[in-house]
């Protein structure tokens, strides 16, 4: 896990990077050697019109939006921007998923162009979907004292929580009123991009890796297990649950069903039949956090009352890292990767057989995902079942995913081949071939 690959630090020489600071000035360099070199060709009125809109922008991103998404320290101070592992490999497997999805549309006889074209809807619906589906599910978490902190704390999606399926049915959602707005043939590309989308998912989940999220349950050391350090969530839910400091409480009746020999809890003396009244985090030990570390990134210690009797443990005194945890996040990602291979090949062999229906292999993903997902809900445990049910609500729509995807599949093969009109260039402006 590393949250934050990097800091571009608050302040340079004593000037902000961010606000009015050099990010500004640099800006106001580069426009200025533009403006010179429009002015020696002669069209510096019209090179405001067409990028003067993209210069003010970058003007009002640098100057007010930035300094906002700086991270805080405990004290609430700036210290700078930070690079997140997440959003990191967000943005590598969008930009390798586009990149795999134009080479594609050209084997499917597509103008490469046309996703160029439909990307920014692609990405724009997905990650709005992602985040929306994520929000609505845990919008306790984002609920802030004013309505400015609550809307930051939901628009902070490079951070993670996302989630894959609201990002499939926001992106699916964009990308089909782009290609039927301009006619464009909506199957056939389907089948083109469907490996790609694993493309981004595998990157996704390492993302997920480095930002500690989508973990799995408990698990008994080896191969397929990881630790979490301090600060991470895996760490946080066991030491609410009292695992890392070595109880076993009853869900129902809070008491300590069992102390393990030498715990945290031994030293201190708790015992087996006493009742947990409250245990919960404790952040009265920030006051000795570093204060060039993200505010998120700072440990946290425990504590808990039991019969009326307050206990707490600093973070010196906890393990350095969380018990070990089912791999999900790589699983996941090695998982998305023998989709790309597979789907890739499937394709190359069942696309050129007679009586294939564009579209089937879309299907086939969706089929393929909707499976995956089932399976590892079962070792993931950051999701609570819904519905009355042990089924986590990713379950569900799994199942729906698998029901529409198989109905869609009979549907498709009982209606005969569709007529498709120029494929190749629908939708798309006519170019002058390229000569070479």
């Excluded at 800006?27 to 533009?34: K, N, T, Y």
């Excluded at 979907?129 to 004292?145: C, K, N, P, S």
């Excluded at 609201?166 to 909506?186: K, T, V």
Aim: proline fraction near 5%; include cysteine.
């Amino acid at each position: 896990m590393r949250r934050t690959l990097f800091l571009i630090p608050h302040e340079l020489g004593g000037l902000p990077i961010a606000g009015w600071g050099w990010a500004l000035i640099v800006l106001g360099v580069a426009f200025a050697l533009r403006m010179i070199l429009a002015s020696r060709k002669g069209s510096i009125s019209a090179t405001l019109q067409q990028e003067g809109w993209l210069w003010a922008a970058a003007g009002v991103l640098v100057t007010f939006i930035l300094p906002q998404v700086e991270v805080r320290n405990v004290d609430g101070d700036p210290i700078g921007i930070a690079v997140r592992g997440y959003g990191f490999f967000l943005l590598l497997g969008v930009g390798t998923a586009v990149m795999a999805a134009a080479y594609r549309a050209s084997k499917f006889g597509l103008n490469p162009d046309l996703i160029f074209g439909l990307a920014p809807w692609t990405f724009i619906g997905g990650i709005v979907g992602a985040r929306l589906f994520y929000v609505i599910q845990y919008r306790h978490e984002y609920m802030a004292d004013s309505l400015t902190e609550t809307l930051r704390n939901m628009l902070a999606f490079t951070g993670g929580g996302l989630v894959v399926y609201g990002g499939f049915i926001g992106g699916f959602a964009a990308s089909a009123y782009y290609l039927m707005r301009h006619r464009m043939p909506l199957l056939k590309l389907g089948d083109a991009i469907v490996p790609c989308i694993f493309i981004g998912l595998m990157f996704g989940r390492l993302g997920c890796l480095m930002n500690g999220c989508c973990y799995g349950g408990r698990c008994e050391p080896g191969s397929w297990a990881v630790q979490f350090p301090q600060a991470s969530p895996v760490f946080h839910e066991q030491l609410i649950n009292g695992e890392l400091i070595g109880i076993r409480i009853d869900d129902d009746t809070r008491q300590i069903v069992a102390v393990q020999p030498g715990s945290l809890a031994d030293d201190a003396g708790l015992e087996a039949g006493q009742t947990v009244d409250q245990i919960s985090l404790d952040p009265s030990f920030l006051e000795d956090a570093p204060r060039d570390v993200p505010a998120d990134q700072a440990a946290v210690g425990v504590a808990l009352s039991v019969d009326d009797q307050i206990y707490r443990f600093s973070p010196q005194q906890l393990p350095r890292r969380s018990l070990s945890v089912h791999a999900t996040q790589i699983i996941s990602s090695i998982s998305a990767a023998v989709m790309v291979v597979v789907l890739w090949l499937l394709g190359w062999w069942w696309t050129r057989r007679p009586g294939y229906r564009d579209g089937a292999l879309m299907l086939i993903g969706f089929v393929g995902y909707a499976i995956i997902r089932f399976g590892l809900e079962w070792v993931r445990v950051d999701e609570a079942g819904q519905f009355g049910t042990g089924l986590s609500i990713s379950q569900w729509v799994s199942i729906a995913v698998l029901l529409i995807s198989l109905a869609s599949m009979v549907w498709l093969y009982r209606r005969g081949p569709a007529v498709e009109t120029s494929p190749a260039t629908a939708g798309m402006p006519q170019t002058t071939p390229r000569q070479s």
